[in-house]
Nanobody
Framework: QVQLVESGGGLVQAGGSLRLSCAASRSIFSIYTVGWYRQGPGKQRDLVATITTGGVTNYADSVKGRFTISRDNAKNTVYLQMNSLKPEDTGVYFC????????????WGQGTQVTVSS
């Protein structure tokens, strides 16, 4: 099964930027839609952004105009560029995809913590 590893999280002041990366153990991002989710303290895990194999992107209303999802198939990596960060963006960010290998399965990374201070 594919392994996903997120990186790039950290502590940043409100208004700052971070770029998250999600690296896959094999070449799958050219085949499947990939999403970034986040889970704030005491909250459920919510969808932040997705990118299809054709490069079509979709964003949660709360991050539109501030976040950008992109994909580098040659590096098996998906990125989430986060600008104009707000304290409410704080949470653990997870990368997700749903590959097929003798059946569909959910592939999640371990998450990377993003903390935005006011």
């Amino acid at each position: 099964q594919v392994q996903l590893v997120e990186s790039g999280g950290g502590l940043v002041q409100a208004g700052g930027s971070l770029r998250l990366s999600c690296a896959a153990s094999r070449s799958i991002f050219s085949i499947y839609t990939v999403g970034w989710y986040r889970q704030g303290p005491g909250k459920q895990r919510d969808l932040v952004a997705t990118i299809t194999t054709g490069g079509v992107t979709n964003y949660a209303d709360s991050v539109k105009g501030r976040f950008t999802i992109s994909r580098d198939n040659a590096k098996n990596t998906v990125y989430l560029q986060m600008n104009s960060l707000k304290p409410e963006d704080t949470g653990v960010y997870f990368c997700y995809t749903r590959p097929y290998n003798n059946g569909w399965y959910d592939a999640w990374g371990q998450g990377t913590q993003v903390t935005v201070s006011s």
